[in-house]
């Protein structure tokens, strides 16, 4: 089975979207508890070992998954949180 990327890339831009309409930002400094950034780094390692998974049959959806991956572990960094 083939997958639309297009179909794909529009499904995930909706979500994000909708997302972004209903953020709301928190007062600032904010509380990161240990386990907060241990949920996120094992989210992290979930999304490559689906990466790794799906490369040969469903690469579009590697590429989704190590693009989450990437996407949590910058947010992280750019937080201050980890070194990468």
């Not at 179909?7 to 972004?20: G, I, Q, V």
């Not at 390692?45 to 690469?59: F, I, L, M, Q, T």
């Not at 959806?61 to 201050?80: M, Q, R």
Request: charged share 35%; aromatic share 6%.
């Amino acid at each position: 089975m083939r997958e639309d990327a297009k179909e794909r890339s529009a499904k995930y831009t909706a979500t994000t979207e909708e997302a972004l309409k209903h953020l709301r930002r928190k007062q600032l400094p904010a509380t990161i508890k240990d386990e907060q950034v241990g949920k996120v780094l094992e989210l992290v390692r979930g999304y490559v070992k689906d990466a790794s998974h799906y490369k040969e049959n469903k690469p579009i959806t590697s590429l989704a998954c190590i693009a989450y991956a990437e996407g949590l572990l910058d947010a992280l960094k750019f937080l201050g949180i980890v070194d990468v």
